[in-house]
């Protein structure tokens, strides 16, 4: 868990240095003579960032995959950059190698998502369990049931961020929704302070129309591309959230390439505690 957290890290850190840099070059005519300084900075923060990627690079724990699929871009690429790069080629250079590391750790770090979707998975779980046993709960969501979907999601990105999971809904292909908020989501420190930035589409239904609601809002998800948050935004699960008063049937799980839908029901009011508060169908 150590190394993977270390991963997510580095990812994360690339990711800022090269929306940091596009800015740069996309306005550097503009920087005056604090140009060369700024591309000094950058340059630093590059040098530090690559230096950290060989290391994984080299690691004896770092899995075999992650090792394999950086060795021909550091060794045999040209992208080692033993010598000390200067300037706006020097930049340029970093961009270039950054960017074509990013790819194969993200990839890892797709491969061993299992425990943040165990987490979420979890969180919906304990939130069906709550409904079972908290009749405060069971009735703030009866409320949020009456008052639709809206009112549903924002209760439920907040039950699921007492678990270290920012939920999210999409409103774009590339485009995210705070779901508590209503407004588009900036993924700036707070958010990343999350385990996990999670896709969810919420419906309300009842038990003869839930797996309809259900496939519209894979129809609405499935558009999504996810953007280039690799190792923090979760990429190989989707969920499929339905809010019901009683218990209704979900769909079982489907793959679709490399992403999974999965289906969990929230039941405000379950019927039977042992088998009501099930979430999704067949792992």
């Not at 270390?6 to 840099?21: E, F, P, Y």
């Not at 908020?181 to 419906?203: F, I, N, Y």
């Not at 129309?209 to 499935?222: D, G, L, V």
Request: contains cysteine.
């Amino acid at each position: 868990m150590e190394h993977h957290v270390r991963l997510r890290s580095v990812l994360a850190r690339i990711a800022q240095w090269s929306t940091s840099a596009e800015v740069f070059l996309t306005y550097q005519q503009w920087a005056g003579p604090s140009a060369n300084d700024a591309i000094g900075l950058l340059i630093d923060q590059a040098s530090a960032l690559y230096t950290e990627v060989t290391n994984l690079w080299q690691s004896a724990e770092s899995p075999t995959t992650l090792r394999e699929s950086l060795a021909p871009i550091i060794k045999e690429k040209g992208f080692r950059l033993t010598s000390r790069p200067h300037g706006l080629p020097g930049l340029l250079g970093f961009h270039v190698a950054l960017a074509a590391v990013r790819a194969p750790i993200g990839e890892e770090l797709m491969r061993n998502d299992g425990p943040r979707r165990a987490l979420v998975d979890r969180a919906f779980l304990h939130l069906n369990r709550t409904l079972v046993v908290d009749h405060d709960v069971q009735a703030r969501w009866s409320t949020a049931l009456a008052a639709g979907e809206t009112e549903c999601e924002r209760w439920g990105a907040l039950h699921l961020l007492q678990h270290g999971i920012y939920a999210f809904k999409a409103h774009a292909i590339h485009a995210r929704t705070d779901l508590i908020l209503g407004t588009p989501l900036q993924v700036d420190e707070r958010v990343r302070s999350a385990e996990a930035l999670v896709l969810t589409e919420w419906k309300v239904a009842d038990a003869t129309n839930a797996p309809a609601r259900a496939a519209e809002a894979k129809r609405q998800i499935a558009a999504y591309a996810a953007g280039a948050l690799g190792g923090f935004e979760l990429r190989s699960v989707r969920y499929v959230v339905v809010v019901s008063d009683r218990s209704a049937p979900m769909p079982a799980d489907e793959r679709e390439g490399e992403v999974t839908y999965r289906y969990v029901n929230i039941a405000v009011r379950p019927h039977v505690p042992s088998v009501g508060a099930r979430i999704g169908g067949p792992r």
